[in-house]
Each structure stands twice: as C-alpha cells, then as structure tokens.
C-alpha cells in the first residue's frame, strides 16, 4: 500500500467525521430551539431562560441571535418581566426582515419602546405589527394593546378605549385584551358597562373578575362589590392596593368608619408618586369627611400631574402622538377616498341602468297616459290633505312650545328666591368682612332647599305643571339614583349650575359628570317621554 493512497484515506475519515459533527451540531441546534419554544408554550419560561443562557453553538451568529431574542422576548412576556432590550430587538428585526416572524419581533420592539417611556417609537412599531400582512389575531390583539397602553399612560382616555377594543376585536378570547377593555371602561367612568361587559364573560379570568369592584362601588352597588372581596379573601388571594382602598369605600358605605382610617392611614407610604393611589385615597378622606387631607392629596395630586404632562410636554411626546394618529387618520382617508371612487363608479353604472329603465318606461307612457292622469288627480287631493294636516300639527305644536315656554318663566320666577338667597350667600362669604346675621340668615334659607319637605314640595310642583313628568321618570329609569333625582328637581326649577353645586356640595365638574350620566341613562331608556325627561335638565 503506497503512502499517497494512506494519506487520502486518512483525509476521507477525518472529512468524514467533521462533516458528521457539524450534521450533529446542526441537529443539535434545532432540538434546543425547539425544545425552548416547548417549554414557553408548556408556561415554563423559566426553564427556557436557564436553557436559553447555556446556549453555545457557532454557525449562524446573526440568525441564532435573532431566534435567542424572540425566545427570550416570549420568556420574559411570559414571566411579565419588561423587555427592555431595544438593539437586540433591532438586530432581530433587520436579520428577519423578510420573514414571517417580523410581526412578532415588531410586536415586541414596541413594547421595548413602551417600557422605555418611548410612546411615538411604541405605536408606530405596534401599528406596522398589527397591520402586517403576516400579522396571526393574536399578535395584532397584543400590538394594539402596546397602543392603548401608551395613550394611558399619556393620560389619553379615549384612544385607550378606541385601541383596547380594537384589541379585543382582533382576539376575543385573550384575557389581556379583556382586562385592558375593562379597565379603558374604568378610566373613561362607563361603570355600567364594565359591570355588563364582565358579567357576560362567564368564564372570564380571576384578574378580569376582580375589575367589577370599582365600578360596583362607583355605581352603589357595595353587595356585588363585597361579594367579589369577600371571594378573594376566603381564597387567600392578597387584595391590590386599589381594591384595599374600594374596601375602605365599603366600610363607610356601611358606617364601619374607623376600620375604613386604618386602612387609609396604613396605604399613605403607598401614596408618595403614584397618581391613582392618591386619587382613591382622596376619595376615601372625602367620604369621611376629613378635608384638610382631601386638601392635601389634591395638591399632591396636582403637582404629580403636573410633572407628568411637563414631562411629557417636554418631550413634545403629544406632538408625535398627534402626528401619528394624523397619519392614521390620513391612511383611513386615502382608504375613503378608493372606496368612494368605487362607489362614484357603481353610480354611473346605476345611472346608465336607470336612463335604460327609463327610456322604457317613455315607451309605456302613450300607453298608461289616461291611468297617469288618474293618478295625478287622486294625488293633488292627497297632498292637498296633507298639507291641511301639517298645518294643523304645526299650530299644535306651536301651541305647545308657548305652553312650555310659560312653564319654564313660571318656575322661574317661583323659585328665583331660592337663585338670589344662594347666589348671595356664596357671595357673601367669599367677602373678607360679611355680614354675619345676613349670613345667618340666607344659610337657614339655602338650607331649607335641602329638606325633604321642600324637595317633595318641588317634585309635586314639577309634577303638576310638566305632565306628571317625576312620576313616570321614577316609574320608567328605575337606575336613577335619589341623587340623581334631586339633580333634576333643581335643574327642573331652573336654578343655576352655581347654585345646585352649592346645594348639593360638589364641584362644577362633578355636577357636568352627573348631568352627563343622567342625559345618558335617559337616552338609553326604551321609554316614549326620554326627551321630555332630557328636556328636564336642559
């Protein structure tokens, strides 16, 4: 055997064994992958991570990094770890361009900008995830999330609410997308909603169930809002800061004060940033009547919001949030503009159907003339009719507008006493030097406005000149509150907004609040009297 021949079978067998191990090492790197892709989708995230960390292997740096990232971004989602890593993620990206996964690593790009405070970069990532070609329900579910995520945290109630239910839309069966929804109801104060929403998801998550506290409580409902606590604590589940403070709501809602203290005093040091831990706390004091620490909460409160929007300002993030949603709006247009230039070009076609129907029904005119002009005189006597009718339902009208009109001047010069006596005393005591026996005097006069003797003297006074009109509001909206009534008692009588804040102590911007909840329910009423009811608060 020659030396030549021994060198090249020597050179065969290692060949061989190189080839064999990179086939190996190859193998090998796709089960762990794999195996790591398992184990987030069998909910043990942190099994991947420890697998993901002794990763080793040389061929393809660029498209094994990028499969590392997703893995670990799905890891760290899992486990609610923020994923903060921006390069990485734009590493992935530019690698996996043109591949399916880009949605995904979109996805997750944004919510590296999101958690960096970075809200434009944030939506503009999650809106090219959610509206990619390639985009799964699922992905564009969780990008809009991103979306409604950033507009509450730039205090943007109405885009949160827009994007979490497009969120829900994409995906109805996501828990995240149900409690985003429920908490966007929450934040924009449509608590009968949220409390109808949640009801109907019969097999909803613990965490979506524990939602229904603040709008029970907000709406008075402390027996559905107990019942839920009270679940919660008989399955050692530990109470958020927010629904240990809806439990303070439920102890003065049932005049256990000073249990509602303990706990409000012990959530202070919970306080020190957080705006809607000092909000709730604020709320809290308000109930128990403590105003020196209403006082104090609120301006913390107004310093902290402060912050935030000047922080923000600063930023000019709300300049490149508008931008973003201008370029939005601009996309739905040109989308308007195709749609209706098809719909322009179904018209002519309709027109040039329609001149052919036409010039058939020319063709039959010689035929059905003496017919036609049948017609034409039993019309002229219809409409002759009709016009007799409408004159006569607009003198009705007319008769019943001069009615309402003397109504309204009647109760206003019957109850002006009530306007004036109120109107004075809120000015007499912003004077430096006022007249206390004038003070007295008009205080036990606003006073008296507050009795149930005068409100009940109020309601059969509305009652009597308005139709019965309580009466069958009582009967027909069972969901107003005995607030919400005195409400429209006073705004029937035609008493300013000044003075029904005064009367029934609370800001003008609470007072806009109720009114607006009460035009609500009343257009959401089934009854035939709901615009008299609105006209009521008018």
């Known amino acids: 055997m020659s030396l030549r021949y021994i060198v090249i079978t020597l050179s065969a067998f290692v060949l061989s064994i190189v080839i064999t191990g990179c086939g190996q090492q190859k193998i090998s790197d796709f089960d762990d992958l794999s195996r790591i892709s398992q184990l987030i989708d069998e909910g043990k995230p942190d099994s991947a991570l420890t697998m993901l960390s002794e990763l080793d292997f040389p061929d393809n740096p660029d498209i094994r990094n990028t499969y590392i990232t997703l893995l670990r971004c799905g890891a760290y989602e899992r486990l609610n770890i923020p994923i903060t890593d921006i390069n990485a993620i734009l590493d992935a990206a530019s690698v996996l361009k043109d591949s399916d996964k880009l949605p995904l690593t979109k996805y997750y790009l944004s919510k590296a900008y999101l958690y960096n405070l970075m809200f434009p970069e944030a939506i503009s990532e999650a809106s090219e995830a959610a509206t990619h070609h390639r985009a799964d329900s699922s992905v564009m579910s969780r990008s809009y999330l991103v979306i409604a995520l950033c507009h509450r945290e730039a205090m943007n109630a109405t885009s949160e609410l827009a994007y979490a239910e497009m969120a829900l839309d994409a995906d109805p069966h996501s828990a995240d997308a149900m409690i985003m929804y429920a908490c966007a109801l929450i934040d924009n104060e449509q608590y009968d909603k949220c409390i109808d929403f949640i009801s109907r998801k019969a097999d909803a998550p613990v965490d979506l169930k524990r939602l229904m506290i603040t709008p029970a409580i907000e709406t008075k409902n402390y027996d559905l809002a107990a019942g839920i606590i009270n679940r919660l604590t008989a399955d050692s589940i530990a109470l958020t800061t927010d629904e240990t403070i809806n439990l303070a709501i439920l102890h003065v809602a049932y005049g256990r004060r000073n249990e509602a203290a303990q706990i409000i005093d012990s959530l202070y040091a919970e306080a020190s940033q957080s705006r809607l831990v000092i909000s709730r706390i604020a709320e809290v004091e308000k109930l128990l009547n403590n105003e020196q620490a209403v006082n104090q909460l609120n301006n913390r409160l107004i310093a902290i919001q402060d912050s935030i929007i000047g922080t923000l300002a600063e930023s000019r993030i709300y300049e490149s949030l508008y931008d973003i949603e201008h370029s939005r709006s601009l996309e739905n247009e040109t989308k308007a503009q195709r ?89 007499t005591s912003m004077s430096k030097d006022p007249d206390k026996k004038i003070s007295d005097l008009l205080s036990r006069q606003v006073a008296a406005c507050r009795e149930p003797k005068f409100l009940s003297t109020l309601e059969n006074t509305v009652n009597e000149y308005r139709n019965n009109a309580i009466a069958r509001m009582r009967n027909e909206i069972s969901t107003l509150s005995d607030a919400e009534i005195i409400i429209v008692l006073y705004s ?9 804040c005064h009367l029934t102590n609370q800001t003008a911007a609470a007072l806009y609040n109720k009114k607006y909840r009460i035009k609500k329910k009343f257009a959401a009423s089934e009854s035939q009297y709901r615009d008299e009811f609105i006209d009521l608060i008018k």
């Open 339 to 427: 749609s209706a230039t098809r719909f322009i070009i179904a018209i002519i076609a309709g027109v040039t159907l329609t001149l052919f129907l036409i010039m058939l029904v020319v063709y039959r005119k010689s035929v059905e003339k003496r017919r036609l002009s049948e017609s034409e005189n039993r019309i002229l006597a219809l409409n002759e009719e009709l016009k007799r009718q409408r004159d006569e339902h607009h003198k009705q009208n007319d008769s019943l507008s001069s009615m309402k009109r003397n109504v309204d001047r009647l109760f206003k010069e019957h109850y002006e006493s009530v306007e004036m006596a109120a109107n004075l005393l809120l000015d």
């Open 492 to 500: 029937a009588a035609g008493l300013s907004s000044r003075v029904i």
